[in-house]
RNA sequence: GGGAGCUUAGCUCAGCUGGUUCAGAGCAUCUGCCUUACAAGCAGAGGGUCACUGGUUCGAACCCAGUAGCUCCCA
């Protein structure tokens, strides 16, 4: 039988998945064993996997299946987001490309619709993340608009309200106007973008006809006197002798100009004292607005007067608030201008901003135009220019709720992986505003209030307990019917169901006491990306807190960002992110996990880049290729053992490593884990195990090297597993490990104990290893043939056990004769491992002038070295302020050295009779 | 503007409470090998003023201050 000489991936990934599947090795029910739990963070329904679910997932699953191998029960709970904004805009687009819109459907049947697409194409995701090899327990999977998922969030919010907690109120949101919805600031993205700075002239009124202004409007006169100023006037700054009859200020958006308030000015700007309590007009509509007073105002910025247009932003909205200005909002839902701008009505607000720069300008309003920079939102969903809007919608108050969720982090009852964000967690959860949770969309949970025709409103699940509720509310309300009620038209944000997750999940608010959410929650690890520590990991903590009385988890992973190895961001439209799909195709999903995992410090970004799953499909290459050898061994019952020194050094060195790999989980510190199992597997097995018991070709083994070989062989298997659950699967099964049971399977084999290892003897080896690497320099250096045999001598001064190395050393030295010497064998190539002289006598001369060049070189280091040692011993102060186990190793070094520096200088003495 | 973090080999990163011959790993590079497990490999080797400048200390990649550059979050 002929083995491929490289290892086949796509041979075995699907027939392994195909096994797990069948034989149930990743469901999970509740029984006496201690749980282990992840919650998957639920994809949207809209997406395609990309690298960082790849990521994501990559290390869940390798906790949840070394959790699984350690005897735990593990519980991966799969399941898909609804993501209404993303979801809807998509519905939409698919509606509009049959020539549908959304305008001219019922809710209803655009829900229909809109499951249609969920049904359609909402599980991709989890599809692909099957390729991976994520074991989740599919049988569990849910999402989150699914009528029990949903009936959790009207109730939650129904609970909520009834507490105070939820309220109605006028505020200034992120408008999306194409989404035509309101999103949260979490939504949006902040870019800098290249703007211009319009400096606007507005006409200041004398205060005395300020009546008479207001009263006629008489636009010829307002025009006329600024024609003449314009002719006669440059800017600069106004004195008090001299009034300006106009004032500029800078903005960014002059199509707003129509709903300025006010023009505020700071009160310590001495520019500006002669307009204190003046009223000025807004060009093109001439409506008087009053100067006022604000150190809010920059004095430095622009030109230290600030239009105040309270409808259209935030701050000025606040001002707005502080100084009981009107609010005139002249803006339609879709962006456009509405009958309140008084004029451009129905032109976009963009196309606004263009055209009235046109007019200010024939108007002569306008003074200059300059380039600016400037930080503009977007919307994470529909990539619009995010308007600031006042619109009545609803929330959801977040102080009392973030102290105990800021509490869980700081008293460490909630582990954040890395610490560093606990201090970004701390900055928000102590500055955390109130949460926007209604939505202008259809996709999602309804808002479960009820409209009565006075105006009134009443929080209930159903109709029917609305009426009830809207019934108890006045005695006048006695007359009304279901009819009459009329349920809010929003939606709640998504976040608002999602942060339910770790409870609906197990059915925790349907069935407040049932077997899975007592024994499930709280979680064991979150893995998610610290984009949504926010608003999704807080969130969930003051659910848990809410609802539960716990936490939901008690770890949050945070991964990094995947960028490209140029430090971008991976991203669909720079097409700098591979498919995830081809890359398996590629590597093989072991592949692809081992080169995620290589360059995945924890909570840092990566830097991604193919080689680095090309570097794990090599790894398990290399696995395949020793499995070959082993395989192909044959076996005499006859033969002595020759390898126990190989053996037992294995063995301490297995047991060193798997104390390693232990230590690096406990910190979540993945990647390190993969490199010591990396280094065991090629460096310690394959390079040095198996090259020293490894049989002479076509020469039998002895059954207990064997034994022993095929015993090693599968606990490595083990602890690859979680990180290659494919290719260790197939190896499992293979006879050379014996007769296996359909249920005796890698993944749910129990990974090997810690166990103590001596020390000593991996310290002895790797003088060994030294040695053998000097002596392959030796050959090339002096390009001798790794066949040609050599001798060595030992001239030992150290307590190394050489004895019981020398088989090896012959091995994989090539070496035929050892023997130990008191003397210096002249004539000999020489070095020096530790403190012990090994000789190898050449047939060839030593060239003596290169020798004595290097143990010139050998010598003046240790002259250096000593003479460092040296200082701090005869510091007093060293010596009196430093530990004393410090001490001590400063004496074995200067010991060592000396030692050391006495053979070079023999050897010196020698090379020159 | 406010806050957080980062800067160590060509690349990606370790380096725990300052003290082993403390400057490390993997990849990449270079040299020599098609040595019947593996060229997706084997055996070796060379790469660093630990961003910069000061300070603390017997001793600093590590602690402190300042400077420069980068990243993120919030306004």
Redesign the pocket.
């Known amino acids: 039988m002929s083995i491929s000489?490289?290892?086949?991936?796509n041979e075995v990934e699907d027939k392994w998945y195909s096994y797990w599947l069948e034989h149930k090795f990743f469901k999970s029910v509740p029984d006496e064993r201690e749980p282990y739990t992840i919650v998957i963070p639920p994809p949207n329904v809209t997406g395609v996997l990309h690298m960082g679910h790849m990521l994501n997932n990559t290390i869940q699953d390798v906790l949840i299946r070394r959790a699984r191998m350690k005897g735990k029960n593990a519980c991966w709970v799969p399941g898909t987001d609804h993501a209404s904004i993303a979801t809807e805009a998509k519905v939409v687009a698919m509606l509009k490309e049959r020539g549908i819109a959304k305008t001219d459907l019922t809710r209803e049947e655009f829900l229909s619709y809109a499951w249609e697409w969920k049904e359609k194409y909402g599980g991709i995701i989890l599809e692909q993340l099957k390729k991976l090899g994520a074991s989740c327990d599919w049988d569990r999977t849910r999402f989150t608009m699914e009528p029990d998922m949903s009936a959790a969030v009207i109730d939650t919010f129904i609970h909520l309200h009834k507490k105070g907690l939820i309220y109605r109120g006028v505020r200034m949101v992120n408008w999306d106007p194409k989404g035509l919805t309101a999103v949260s600031?979490?939504e949006?993205?902040?870019k800098e973008v290249n703007q211009k700075l319009y400096y606007i002239r507005y006409e200041v009124a004398g205060s005395e006809d300020l009546g008479a202004r207001i009263k006629d409007g008489a636009k010829s006169e307002v025009e006329g006197v600024r024609s003449e100023d314009s002719a006669t006037r440059t800017p600069r700054p106004a004195t008090s002798e001299a009034p300006a009859t106009y004032i500029t200020i800078a903005t960014t958006r002059p199509e707003t100009i129509m709903a300025d308030s006010a023009i505020c000015i700071n009160p310590n700007d001495e520019r500006y004292t002669h307009l204190h309590g003046k009223t000025v007009y807004v060009p093109l509509i001439n409506r008087a607005i009053p100067v006022i007073l604000d150190e809010y105002v920059t004095m430095d910025f622009g030109t230290g007067c600030l239009k105040v247009t309270p409808a259209h932003d935030?701050?000025d909205y606040e001002l707005g608030q502080k100084h009981n200005l009107p609010v005139i909002d002249i803006l339609n839902d879709n962006g456009t201008l509405n009958e309140k701008a008084a004029i451009l009505i129905g032109e976009d607000r963009f196309a606004a901003r263009k055209k009235i720069a046109v007019l200010l300008e024939e108007a002569g309003a306008l003074e200059k135009v300059e380039d600016y920079k400037?930080?503009i939102g977007f919307s994470e969903r529909t990539d619009a220019v995010i308007e600031p809007k006042l619109s009545m919608q609803w929330f959801c108050k977040m102080t009392e709720m973030a102290k105990p969720a800021l509490d869980y982090v700081l008293n460490g009852e909630v582990k954040l992986i890395p610490e560093?964000?606990i201090?970004?967690y701390r900055?928000?959860m102590e500055?955390v505003?109130d949460w926007n949770i209604s939505r202008q969309l259809w996709w999602g949970q309804q808002i479960p209030a009820w409209y009565l025709p006075n105006g009134q409103y009443v929080v209930a699940k159903t109709a029917e307990e609305a009426l009830a509720e809207a019934k108890a509310l006045t005695t006048d309300n006695s007359q009304l019917t279901t009819a009459d009620l009329r349920q809010d038209e929003d939606v709640v944000d998504t976040w608002f169901s999602s942060w339910l997750w770790p409870i609906s999940v197990f059915d925790g608010f349907k069935d407040p006491e049932n077997a899975d959410i007592n024994y499930y929650y709280p979680t064991n690890d979150l893995v998610t990306a610290?984009?949504i520590l926010?608003f999704w990991v807080a969130r969930m903590i003051m659910a848990g807190h809410e609802f539960k009385g716990q936490a939901p988890f008690k770890n949050v992973y945070l991964t990094?960002?995947v960028r490209d190895?140029l430090?971008r961001?991976m991203s669909k439209s720079l097409g700098n992110s591979p498919d995830p799909i081809d890359l398996i195709g590629k590597?093989?999903a072991d592949?692809v996990r081992v080169g995620m995992l290589?360059?995945?410090?924890?909570?840092?970004?990566?830097?991604f880049?193919e080689?680095?799953c090309?570097?794990g499909?090599?790894?398990?290459?290399?696995i395949?290729?020793?499995?070959?050898?082993v395989k192909?061994w044959e076996v005499s019952e006859e033969l002595e053992n020759p390898n126990q020194t190989a053996i037992s050094w294995f063995k301490n060195r297995f047991n060193q490593a798997t104390a390693e790999i232990e230590e690096a989980f406990k910190d979540y510190?993945l990647?390190?884990a993969i490199?010591a199992v990396?280094?065991l597997v090629?460096?310690d097995f394959?390079?040095?195990y198996?090259?020293m018991v490894?049989p002479v070709?076509?020469q039998p083994i002895d059954v207990q090297t064997f034994n022993a070989t095929i015993g090693y062989f599968e606990e490595i298997i083990k602890l690859l597993h979680p990180f290659m659950p494919f290719i260790t699967e197939e190896l499992w099964h293979d006879e050379l490990f014996g007769t296996r049971t359909a249920e005796d399977c890698c993944i749910v084999a129990q990974l090997p104990s810690i166990e103590e290892w001596n020390t000593q003897q991996l310290n002895h080896f790797e003088n060994v290893?030294q040695v053998?690497?000097?002596i392959?320099?030796t050959?090339?250096?002096k390009?001798l043939s790794?066949?040609e045999t050599l001798d060595l001598s030992i001239k030992q001064s150290s307590d190394v056990n050489y004895e019981a190395y020398l088989p090896v050393i012959k091995k994989l030295g090539n070496i035929g004769n050892i023997n130990f010497t008191e003397e210096k064998v002249i004539g000999a190539v020489n070095f020096l491992v530790s403190t012990d002289e090994f000789f190898i006598p050449l047939s060839t001369n030593v060239d003596a002038g290169a020798e004595l060049l290097r143990l010139q070189k050998e010598k003046d280091?240790?002259l250096g070295?000593l003479k460092?040692?040296d200082?701090?011993l005869s510091?007093?102060?060293?010596v009196?302020?430093?530990?004393p186990?410090?001490i001590d190793?400063?004496r074995?070094?200067k010991a060592?050295?000396e030692a050391?520096?006495k053979i070079v200088e023999d050897n010196l003495k020698f090379l020159a009779n």
Request: proline share 3%.
């Open positions: 000489k490289t290892y086949q991936f600031d979490e949006v993205i902040r935030l701050n400037s930080q560093k964000y201090n970004t900055h928000w500055n505003r610290p984009e926010f990094g960002i190895k430090g961001k590597f093989g592949g290589l360059c995945s410090p924890a909570g840092n970004d990566l830097m880049d080689s680095y090309e570097q499909r090599n790894f398990a290459n290399k395949w290729n020793a499995f070959r050898l192909g510190r990647s390190e490199m990396y280094k090629w460096d394959c390079a040095w198996l090259e490894k070709y076509q290893k053998i690497t000097e392959r320099n050959r090339n250096n390009k790794p066949k280091y240790l070295f460092s040692v200082a701090k510091n007093e102060k060293f009196n302020n430093a530990k186990e410090v190793n400063e074995k070094k060592d050295a050391k520096l």
